[in-house]
């Protein structure tokens, strides 16, 4: 008899045990499916995609003021006043109304 109840003891502990392992499983997929659950993840998963947007659209437009900032110092840069500012003039002879480019094309008095 003794035996009987071990046995029984042990086939209760082993059901136990499974049974435990089911409730268990069974809890964290109710977890998984708990609207409380899903609505904080979706809440963490728009918290960074917010804090996301906002990094990527600041390193655009610093990447964009920086492109604006290069074209507007080469448009400076060829510009006909930064040009003249830098000793350059544009002469045009006056008889025939030519522009200049070479001393050649002058001769004393001109």
Request: charged share 20%; glycine share 4%; proline share 4%.
């Given at each position: 008899?003794?035996?009987?109840?071990?046995?029984?003891?042990?086939?209760?502990?082993?059901k136990l045990r499974h049974n435990?392992?089911?409730?268990?499983?069974?809890?964290?997929?109710?977890?998984?499916?708990?609207?409380?659950?899903?609505?904080?993840?979706?809440?963490?998963?728009?918290?960074?995609?917010?804090?996301?947007?906002?990094?990527?659209?600041?390193?655009?437009?610093?990447?964009?003021?920086?492109?604006?900032?290069?074209?507007?110092?080469?448009?400076?840069?060829?510009?006909?006043?930064?040009?003249?500012?830098?000793?350059?003039?544009?002469?045009?002879?006056?008889?025939?109304?030519?522009?200049?480019?070479?001393?050649?094309?002058?001769?004393?008095?001109?």
């Amino acid at each position: 008899m003794d035996e009987l109840e071990l046995r029984l003891n042990q086939a209760m502990q082993t059901k136990l045990r499974h049974n435990k392992g089911l409730l268990e499983a069974t809890i964290a997929k109710l977890w998984q499916h708990n609207p409380a659950v899903t609505i904080n993840n979706y809440k963490q998963k728009h918290d960074y995609l917010s804090k996301r947007l906002i990094t990527v659209t600041r390193h655009k437009l610093e990447w964009l003021n920086q492109r604006l900032l290069n074209y507007s110092q080469t448009l400076h840069a060829v510009s006909p006043l930064a040009t003249l500012n830098r000793g350059y003039a544009l002469v045009i002879h006056h008889p025939s109304g030519q522009i200049i480019r070479s001393t050649e094309q002058l001769r004393p008095g001109d």
